[in-house]
């Protein structure tokens, strides 16, 4: 670990950086990790002028942090951002299912022209290094969310040719004592701290070997269980039996998957595995075949073990998860 620190540390200090979607949550904790390695300055770029004010707060008196309103679809705007630029962390996104789903050129605008812009930006003042932050429902696409991930994905791999959370709502279903909403009895999704989405991003930024995609391996839970365990954790807090809080089955959302996916078979061809993770080489890369011991399978939410209850509440007790969840439900009341 301290060795991996070293290296970061090295090619992290004294660099000017660029985060786009600074003040979102992968953003924010980018930031505050980068603050740790002495770069000369980070340029927390966003749109959002009140989550901009709340994070200054956080840096008052720091000469080395910041902050720039704008969009990355403004491409005038980002470029005045990223002059003298030594290295890019894309955070900014669209990233809500519904909200891409019926918004899809809003979704289009953000993911894949404003990762142009982004790429753009990058090419043009020759930076060093750019690290995207994808989703894992760029895999197999089934939703306009997935789809311009995808296609934000393709554009930054490319370019080296030439994570309210469903966990939020309910907590704020159980916080109501209203019945929590639950699309499939089988559905499972993968999960990570932002802490490890975070670290993800420092070992691709410092390991890339240009257009390469890098893949957490994450623990599977399903989302019944993890209901199950906010009800238990958290009715009593709210004034509510834990027997009271019944599960409503709603149905797929248009697009929705039951399970998620972070590689398909054909991409498992060209991945190469390390301990904590996956390295995805570029698609224009001939495949290379025999990496991995079962690469016909794919990495699927179906074919991995779902974490137990027990496992699950320790998980969200662990590292002040539960109260985060609590802290973003309350500014959804």
């Known amino acids: 670990m301290n ?45 959002n002028e009140h989550n901009q004010y709340l994070m200054a707060k956080e840096y008052t008196g720091s000469s080395d942090v910041r902050f720039f309103i704008g969009d990355v679809r403004d491409r005038e705007r980002l470029m005045l951002a990223a002059e003298d630029v030594d290295i890019i962390f ?23 022209l404003g990762t142009q812009n982004v790429v ?8 060093e290094r750019l690290i ?16 311009t991930k995808l296609l934000a994905e393709r554009i930054v791999t490319s370019a080296t040719n030439y994570k309210g959370s469903r966990q939020t709502i309910f907590v704020r279903q159980i916080r109501k004592g209203a019945a929590v909403t639950l699309t499939h009895p089988e559905m499972r999704r ?3 701290s932002i802490p490890d989405a975070v670290s ?19 623990p599977v839970m399903r989302i019944a269980d993890l209901i199950g365990v906010l009800v238990e954790e958290l009715a009593p807090r709210f004034g509510h039996e834990p027997a009271s809080i019944r599960i409503e089955e709603i149905g ?5 998957k039951v399970y998620e996916e972070l590689m398909t078979p054909e991409e498992m061809m060209n991945a190469v595995e390390h301990k904590d993770y996956f390295r995805l080489e570029p698609a224009t ?10 690469p016909f399978e794919g990495y699927s939410a179906k074919s991995i073990e779902p974490l137990a209850f027990a496992a699950i509440k320790k998980m969200l007790n662990g590292g002040g998860l539960l109260e985060e969840l609590v802290e973003a439900s309350e500014a959804l009341t």
């Open 3 to 47: 060795t991996v620190k070293n290296s970061l540390h090295r090619m992290l200090r004294g660099k000017r950086i660029l985060v786009t979607g600074g003040t979102g949550s992968i953003g924010r904790e980018i930031v505050r990790q980068l603050v740790t390695f002495n770069p000369t300055a980070i340029r927390v770029f966003s749109r």
């Open 90 to 112: 894309h955070a900014a996104a669209m990233k809500h299912v519904s909200a891409c789903e019926y918004n899809p050129f809003e979704a289009v605008k953000t993911n894949v």
């Open 120 to 127: 753009d930006a990058a090419m043009e003042y020759n930076i």
């Open 132 to 147: 995207a932050i994808s989703t894992d429902k760029a895999v197999s696409p089934t939703n306009t969310m997935g789809a």
């Open 190 to 192: 993968f999960f990570m």
């Open 200 to 218: 993800l991003c420092f070992k691709a930024a410092e390991r890339s070997q240009g257009g390469d995609i890098f893949i957490l391996k994450m």
């Open 252 to 256: 797929l959302y248009p697009g929705e």
């Open 285 to 294: 890369k001939p495949q290379v075949n025999g990496y991995l011991e079962h």
